[in-house]
């Protein structure tokens, strides 16, 4: 069983910051990557960063030079942290990972359970 947990939204003015954490846990024998997605009322969800195990990253065109995404690969632990942020970010933000539970086994997608973040004033 794998789980991963997600922490730091919240309500926060334009302009503010934030930082989430997502810890993956359970039987897990290696991530290849994590990242974040995120969905608003009424829109798909959307990528918004990734990172590779191999250290690449990657950002949606919305959120370059804002969001930076980053790793504790010891502790299976990825983070976001959002600054400048605008009312647009606004959604529920989801912590993935694409992992493998057994060695030789496929990789497969886990998400975890959302999280609010809400930018206004």
């Known amino acids: 069983q794998v789980q991963l947990v997600e922490s730091g939204g919240g309500l926060v003015q334009p302009g503010g910051s934030l930082r989430l954490s997502c810890a993956a846990s359970?039987?897990?024998?290696?991530?290849?990557?994590m990242g974040w997605y995120r969905q608003a009322p009424g829109k798909q969800r959307e990528s918004v960063a990734s990172?590779?195990?191999?250290?690449?990253?990657n950002y949606a065109d919305s959120v370059k030079g804002r969001f930076t995404i980053s790793r504790d690969n010891a502790k299976n632990t990825v983070f976001l942290q959002m600054n400048s942020l605008k009312p647009e970010d606004t959604a529920v933000y989801y912590c993935?990972?694409?992992?493998?539970?057994?060695?030789?086994?496929?990789?497969?997608?886990?998400w975890g359970q959302g999280t609010q973040v809400t930018v206004s004033s």
């Open positions: 993935n990972a694409q992992l493998r539970v057994v060695a030789g086994g496929i990789v497969r997608n886990y």
């Open positions: 359970g039987s897990i024998f290696s991530i290849n990557a």
């Open positions: 990172s590779t195990s191999a250290g690449s990253t």
